[in-house]
């Protein structure tokens, strides 16, 4: 199956999803294709947040480009313990920077289709392009191409977007010697001293701030979850109601014929 053919489907508002996706199902079975058909039957209909990471991911290549690049930056930085001091601050920057675009990008696209606008949609659009970006190959090339099937979920370091670097880096090098004297001395373990004290400090209310937001995304997505399974019951519903109509107005014109 190409993926152009499913990238369109994914293209389509959530309310045409449905009708898309068993269109490219009945068209892959006439290609004999009945394992591409079984795959595509069973992508369930996205949800609003969904829906706009791919339209934005679609529509806005070089912001994408740039989340994939910086995220890879960072991880690296990690891998190699230099996540610390100007470079990886530097790095978040653009990374947040390339999200706060594609965010703004997800609620244009939103209210150009006529959908509801939230910051718990908004957060949940920001986490699934986070999480994308920092994922395997498969799902960054999904990413790119906008037709990503699941919301997705940041872990690890990628979990801490937005949190303040680590402090407390050694002093570049090539800097300034004190000159000797009594005081300098206990002058300059007293400014280490309150460095490491501030830095401490920072640190912990970095930590309290990301698992009180953690708590908050928690909250949010949960209800996400529980509203968006209503909506799918709904709309199961929806179309079981429109299918008994649709067979009940062919037997009406069977019996208006006959009479």
Do not use: C, Y
Not at 38 to 58: D, E, F, G, I
Not at 179 to 204: D, L, M, S, V, Y
């Amino acid at each position: 199956m190409k993926a152009d053919k499913l990238g369109e489907v994914f293209a389509k508002p959530p309310a045409e999803f449905t009708g898309a996706r068993n269109a490219l199902a009945k068209e892959l079975r006439k290609e004999g294709d009945d394992e591409g058909a079984k795959r595509v039957l069973a992508l369930r209909r996205p949800t609003a947040a969904l829906w706009a990471a791919n339209q934005v991911a679609r529509r806005n290549e070089d912001d994408v480009a740039a989340l994939i690049e910086t995220t890879d930056k960072m991880r690296k930085m990690q891998a190699r313990g230099t996540g610390a001091g100007d470079d990886l601050r530097a790095a978040m920057g653009e990374q947040r920077a390339a999200l706060a675009r594609l965010e703004a990008a997800a609620e244009a696209a939103l209210r150009e289709a006529g959908l509801s606008v939230s910051q718990a949609v908004l957060r949940t659009v920001q986490r699934t392009l986070q999480a994308a970006a920092a994922g395997d190959r498969d799902l960054r090339e999904a990413l790119r191409e906008g037709r990503l099937e699941s919301e997705q979920e940041p872990t690890g370091f990628e979990a801490l977007l937005g949190s303040a670097p680590r402090t407390g880096a050694p002093a570049p090098r090539g800097a300034a010697k004190q000159r000797p004297g009594k005081e300098a001395p206990a002058r300059t373990k007293a400014q280490e001293r309150k460095e490491a004290a501030g830095a401490r400090r920072r640190e912990k209310e970095a930590a309290k701030e990301a698992a009180r937001r953690a708590r908050e995304l928690q909250a949010a997505e949960a209800l996400v979850h529980k509203l968006e399974q209503q909506a799918e019951a709904a709309d199961r519903a929806a179309n079981e109601a429109r299918e008994r109509a649709r067979e009940a107005r062919t037997r009406l014109h069977e019996l208006r014929a006959r009479s």
